[in-house]
């Protein structure tokens, strides 16, 4: 326990009882699911967040399946602890990384960024993984339960990179009551112990944090990127603006910097310039998708955060300093512990 965090043993039971089936299903002492964040979830932030008693979750974003390989290696020989691995949907190579889980006896397996196939669903629940499934709607999350989801995860639109247009709690509200087969995890906007238990006594089983998590002292992310984190308000954690219907945009919730307003003054240029006849729809949606590319790296790694994306929920007006894993997590615990015994 860390020096400040206190926690009641009445408070503790009772929160140990409510996510039960949530730990019992990760394995883990607490139901707290590392979100997976692309070039910060990796071997150390996981390995951290899984050693105390937390559920990590590694990143797969574009890795190959040998770079996947080795991180699922390197993560274990930081922990012993259970963790899982986050595979998008829409990766090329799906197949084999799904193959590289079934070698490296991955136990919890993520499949987010789409609908997962029948296939991928299969080879998955084929070696005996446990398969975690996001979904923005209460029909899909029946759809994946009956397709053989083993946990679902809800996100609403306060969660930082690619969003959908729902808040938490109306997706709360709309899919706990009628998901009792599965555990469900819940998403978006978390950054206090005291609405962890509030979810929980909704019916959720856990839940998945991610931008109290960047700022964690084994975080790799660059001192920039966490330094831009804990000056940050919710308000400037923005979603990003589609100009025009003609060309769409996924909407992303980032820190507002010059990346994001010259993202906004390079749609308005193609707009003007498609109907100059100067490019085509394909093209304009060509740079517009384009704009981005390498953005989360040149902020994660690089430290650019005027130009690259920084990706941030917005709870990351509650990020207040940079500290251990463990002490996010015991701080976490207690006040939920407090909450349930007021």
């Not at 797969?60 to 274990?76: F, H, K, Q, V």
């Not at 799904?98 to 084929?126: F, M, R, Y």
């Not at 700022?215 to 400037?236: L, N, Q």
């Not at 390498?294 to 207040?320: C, H, I, N, P």
Request: hydrophobic share 45%.
């Amino acid at each position: 326990m860390f020096e400040g965090v206190a926690m009641s043993e009445e408070g503790l039971a009772r929160l140990e009882a409510l996510w039960k089936r949530g730990t019992d299903f990760l394995g883990s002492k607490y139901a707290i699911l590392g979100g997976a964040m692309t070039w910060v979830s990796e071997r150390n932030l996981v390995a951290a967040i899984s050693n105390a008693g937390g559920f990590g979750v590694i990143a797969c974003g574009g890795m190959t399946p040998d770079l996947l390989a080795a991180e699922i290696d390197a993560t274990r020989a930081l922990t012993d602890k259970p963790f899982g691995v986050n595979l998008i949907t829409l990766h090329p190579a799906l197949d084999a990384l799904i193959d590289v889980c079934g070698e490296k006896e991955v136990s919890h397996v993520v499949l987010a960024g789409g609908l997962p196939s029948g296939t991928a669903i299969a080879k998955i629940k084929g070696y005996g993984a446990k398969l975690m499934c996001f979904a923005p709607t209460a029909t899909l999350a029946k759809k994946l339960v009956r397709s053989g989801a083993d946990a679902i995860i809800i996100e609403g639109m306060e969660a930082g990179g690619h969003i959908g247009p729902v808040s938490t709690s109306v997706l709360a509200q709309e899919i706990l009551p009628v998901i009792t087969d599965v555990p469900v995890f819940v998403a978006g906007g978390i950054g206090r112990g005291e609405v962890i238990a509030s979810y929980l006594e909704m019916g959720a089983s856990g839940v998945q944090l991610g931008t109290r998590f960047v700022v964690a002292e084994e975080c790799i992310a660059h001192e920039k990127f966490k330094k831009a984190f804990i000056r940050a308000s919710a308000r400037d954690a923005v979603a990003s603006v589609q100009v025009d219907a003609r060309f769409p945009v996924i909407p992303v919730r980032a820190l507002k910097n010059e990346g994001t307003e010259k993202f906004m003054a390079t749609q308005r240029d193609i707009v003007a310039r498609f109907h100059g006849g100067e490019v085509s729809q394909e093209e304009g949606q060509m740079q517009i998708e384009h704009f981005w590319g390498g953005a989360l790296r040149r902020a994660v790694v690089d430290g650019d955060v005027e130009t690259g994306s920084v990706m941030a929920g917005q709870s990351v007006g509650m990020v207040k300093k940079v500290e251990p894993t463990a002490a996010i997590i015991d701080e976490l615990v207690a006040q939920a512990c407090t909450y349930l015994v007021a």
